[in-house]
């Protein structure tokens, strides 16, 4: 279902999130207007393509989209980049460490001239006027990662960064008891996110920011600067990825 989460006039934010194939890990796409122009951010593999053109159809001419954002190189967040780069004259923003691997996701004539690499310490972007700040996010999860705060709704896009696999019976669009929640968020965040350390910073660079809501790449989003408070506080203090190491005890030759 398509749902609005920000609309003041010119500016506007739809989420799509049932695009994904049963059995495959749900995901969300993201689809900022500011005036004339449009930005997609994370759009998925080549099984969404269609379905996905056809809803973004519905708010904006999918030729009106500027930016192409991948926060990171995962197949989930980008494999069906093809498609898009096909039909739009769109420019791809790519972390600039990822940059080499684009033309694994496409056709390599068709990247010509329309990558903007994102730099280690991020960039500001304008979309029809609007300013749009990528920020850095590395190793939460992917050694390049990068954010997405738009400063006119006051949203941060935090791609992996609380993502929640939520059950299928269940999968309600925004946190209403963050407590409850903790427990779909734990086991992605121990395994994928790479390290405590690169949390915590990230923390101290979130709460300087103004946000009014988190929107993951996965499961439910954050709305509203108390909630948006307790997600930064438990990422602050996770332990994850590496920090596991000892306790996980993995290293040794499989017998
Ligand atoms: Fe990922
Ligand atoms: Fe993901």
């Keep these: 279902m398509a749902i609005e989460i920000f609309n003041h006039g010119a500016h506007r934010i739809i989420r799509f ?14 689809l900022i207007i500011h005036g004339e122009k449009g930005m997609l951010l994370d759009p998925g593999g080549n099984k969404m393509f269609s379905k ?34 096909l039909i739009t004259d769109a420019k791809i923003c790519f972390p600039e460490v990822w940059e080499r691997f684009i033309p694994s996701f496409c056709t390599k004539s068709f990247v010509k001239d329309r990558v903007v690499a994102i730099p280690d310490r991020g960039m500001r972007l304008k979309l029809d006027g609007a300013e749009i700040v990528l920020v850095p996010a590395h190793f939460l999860h992917s050694p390049g990662n990068i954010q997405v705060y738009d400063p006119t709704s006051k949203t941060l896009f935090s791609g992996d960064l ?22 779909y968020m734990d086991g992605f965040h121990r395994r994928y996110i790479t390290s405590g350390q690169a949390c915590a910073r990230w923390a101290t660079m979130a709460r300087a920011l103004d946000i009014e809501r988190i929107v993951p790449q996965h499961g439910a989003l954050f709305e509203g600067k108390a909630m948006v408070a307790q997600f930064i506080d438990w990422i602050a203090q996770l332990k994850c990825g590496v920090d596991l190491l000892a306790e996980q005890n993995w290293y040794q030759i499989p017998k």
Excluded: M, R, W
Excluded at 17 to 30: C, I, K, R, S, Y
Excluded at 52 to 64: D, G, H, N, R, T
Excluded at 70 to 78: E, M
């Design 17 to 30: 999130d049932d695009l994904t194939e049963p059995g495959d890990v749900q995901a969300n796409q993201f």
């Design 52 to 85: 996905l053109v056809a809803e973004i159809s519905k708010f904006i001419p999918p030729q009106k989209l500027e930016y192409l954002f991948l926060s990171h190189q995962d197949p989930d967040v980008g494999a069906g980049l093809n498609g898009y780069l």
């Design 162 to 183: 609380g993502a929640s696999l939520l059950p299928f019976d269940n999968a309600y669009a925004i946190v209403g008891d963050f407590g409850a929640h903790v427990k």
